[in-house]
């Protein structure tokens, strides 16, 4: 037994110097960096990163550091040991020490009654209250005012001061609430360290008193594995805030033990929601979202000033307890935006990281070019102004004149139309009597041929005077609140009556009652031209008058025929002006053509769809303007 003891001491001993020591100290003055945990701990790794970028002080004062990884202490023994190991290591004292963290300097505090009395010591990271016995440290027992004690009374004998690392537990709880204004519950990540322990205190106590409507979720080290930590952090969604502390676990066996924090590169990647923390845990390197904190870079500036007083022969113990700095709300661009947050959210005035060079920072020196650019062609332009001010007005007066004289072409084809339906509509009239007293087979065959080219001849007329009145922008239209149903009843009514012998006329509907506000006669006139266009070439099967159901606040209306189809390549030009699908066949004459100029002053497009022997389908999408009630 006793031998398993000495044994155990050595190793410590051994782990102790061995892990704890970054530089033996030599004959040059130095600065100690004495740190409560080890350097997996990210707070204390980033700090003592940026500590060394400001040594060697005044070219001749070093920065050593030591790790007292006090967490892995486990009687009054072992603090016994770990401060020899100190002595023996650094027989000479230090200018100064740093201390990071209340049990780094409980620990150490002997050394300063004994051979280092008198140095100068800056206390990082002070809680404000300390435990009263080494006792209750090492228990790690919940702080409370019997066993606890204010650190200003534990420091009077001391020359030290302190430099205080204050959570602003209430600050990050409205920003997770502002970033996630679902969130019910927070999750707080921590370990079994003293640290842990009053932090975990503080958050209970700020959450019951201010945030009562939020849910606490403590997952500690002490009660959970990292294994059972990472499934149930995979169950998070946006209605749970999640806040980083550390997860510094001991490893090893009874006889050799060491800390290490494998969590914290990896817990991001597990979360679909951001992970904030309480202190600068290094954005830069890490996935964290962020929070509201002082930055290590300028609390090192705080103690890099003190370290100034104190060498300019001011007592640390004179100098007063402080926050680090000022703090500030700290946000990991990239990390927010994959975890799919709002920039709407984001706060104005955080300080961010990751945040992609705005339009006018990416591409400066070319707006700047394009301005002057710019500048050159409106100097050019006004130039030319100038001198062709002349021209101008008579380009204008000439496109005035041209205008002029389209719309007196457009009025001369109106009148024109009219003037020839007149004796049209007469001959229309008496061929249809003609038909009804012919008695022979061959008589009513002629007839028939006159009467459908009547009506070819008026129907081409109509045609004129539509696009005449289209261009003339003389076409009226009214817009009433009409039955969709109803009107394509009557279309197919009246268009039976014109059919081949062998083709049938279908309606369809899209809905079971359908009532919008549209121009009803402008949408029956470019159905109506479809049907007709149908009739022309579809000789068996049949012609459907119908439409879709509204989608995308669209209504689209069709005539879909068995006839011959359109090929590909002349489905482009379907609705110009008299084209011809067929050398051997009628033309598709204005109808379509009109079709097209209807739709665009109704806001509305036309198509076709269409496959050679199989068919076409012409259709038409106005806006969707649904009504209740028919009056």
């Known amino acids: 037994m006793k031998t398993h003891s000495t044994l155990h001491k050595w190793l410590l001993s051994l782990l102790l110097v061995a892990g704890c020591l970054s530089g033996s100290a030599k004959e040059k003055e130095y600065i100690l960096f004495l740190s409560s945990v080890n350097a997996e701990e990210a707070w204390v790794h980033g700090f003592q990163n940026e500590l060394r970028t400001r040594f060697p002080y005044e070219k001749d ?90 650190i200003e009374e534990f420091n009077k004998k001391y020359n030290i001061t302190v430099l205080k690392q204050p959570y602003f537990i209430d600050k990050t709880l409205q920003l997770i609430r502002q970033l996630q204004p679902e969130v019910r519950r927070i999750a707080f990540i921590s370990d079994d360290r003293y640290i842990s322990i009053v932090t975990r205190q503080s958050l209970q106590e700020i959450i019951e008193k201010d945030f009562p409507n939020l849910e606490l979720e403590l997952l500690s080290s002490e009660e959970i594995s990292t294994e059972e930590l990472l499934d149930t952090l995979t169950t998070y969604n946006k209605t749970t805030g999640v806040i980083y502390y550390s997860w510094l676990r001991q ?106 060079p705005t339009f006018y920072q990416q591409y400066k020196m070319y707006i700047w070019m394009a301005v002057l650019f710019i500048i050159l062609c409106i100097t050019l332009y006004i130039f030319y102004s100038i001198h062709s001010r002349k021209n101008k007005k008579e380009l204008i007066l000439a496109k005035e004149r041209a205008e002029e004289s389209d719309r007196l072409k457009s009025a001369f084809l109106a009148n024109m139309s009219h003037e020839i339906r007149t004796p049209l509509n007469a001959i229309v009239g008496f ?37 005449s009145r289209i261009e003339a922008g003389l076409l009226n239209f009214c817009y009433t609140d009409i039955d969709i149903n109803s009107c394509i009843r009557k279309l197919e009514d009246t268009s039976r009556l014109r059919m081949p012998a062998n083709v049938k006329c279908i309606a369809e509907f899209g809905m079971k009652r359908c009532y919008i506000h549209t121009e009803q006669n402008r949408l029956m006139q470019v159905l109506g031209n479809y049907v007709s266009n149908a009739i022309k070439y579809t000789y068996k099967g049949s012609i459907t008058i119908g439409y879709y159901p509204p989608e995308d606040g669209k209504i689209r209306f069709y005539v879909r025929d068995t006839g011959c189809g359109i090929s590909q390549d002349k489905q482009q030009a379907i609705f110009q002006r008299f084209v011809k699908l067929d050398n051997f066949k009628q033309g598709t004459g204005l109808g379509l053509s009109i079709c097209q100029m209807i739709a665009e002053k109704m806001h509305a497009t036309v198509g076709v769809s269409s496959e050679l022997s199989k068919g076409s389908e012409f259709w038409i999408e106005i806006p969707y303007q649904p009504i209740r009630t028919i009056y």
């Open 431 to 467: 061929s249809s009597i003609l038909a009804e007293t012919a008695n022979t087979p061959e008589n009513r065959e002629y007839i028939r041929i006159i009467e459908d080219n009547n009506y070819l001849l008026l129907q081409l007329i109509n045609d004129i005077l539509d696009l």
């Open 251 to 356: 490893y090893g066996g009874n006889k050799n033990y060491y800390l290490s924090d494998h969590l914290k590169k990896i817990l991001p990647s597990f979360l679909e929601v951001p992970v904030f923390t309480l202190a600068d845990l290094n954005l830069q390197e890490n996935l964290y979202a962020g929070g509201y904190y002082i930055s290590i870079h300028d609390f090192t500036d705080t103690v890099m000033s003190i370290i100034n007083r104190i060498f300019s022969g001011e007592p640390a113990s004179s100098i007063p307890y402080q926050n680090g700095g000022t703090p500030q709300t700290y946000l990991n661009f990239a990390d927010l935006k994959w975890c799919n947050i709002s920039e709407k959210l984001y706060p104005e005035d955080a300080i961010y990281y990751f945040q992609p």
């Open 61 to 150: 004062i070093e920065l050593h550091s030591y790790f007292l990884a006090v967490p892995i202490l486990k009687n009054e023994e072992e603090v016994k040991q770990a401060q020899a190991n100190i002595l023996q290591i650094y027989p000479e004292p230090p200018k100064a020490v740093i201390i990071v963290g209340d049990p780094g300097w409980l620990v150490s505090a002997p050394i300063f009654d004994g051979p280092w009395k008198g140095v100068p010591v800056i206390l990082c990271y002070s809680r404000g209250h300390i435990p009263s016995t080494l006792q209750t440290l090492l228990t790690r027992v919940p702080l409370t005012k019997e066993n606890s004690m204010p």
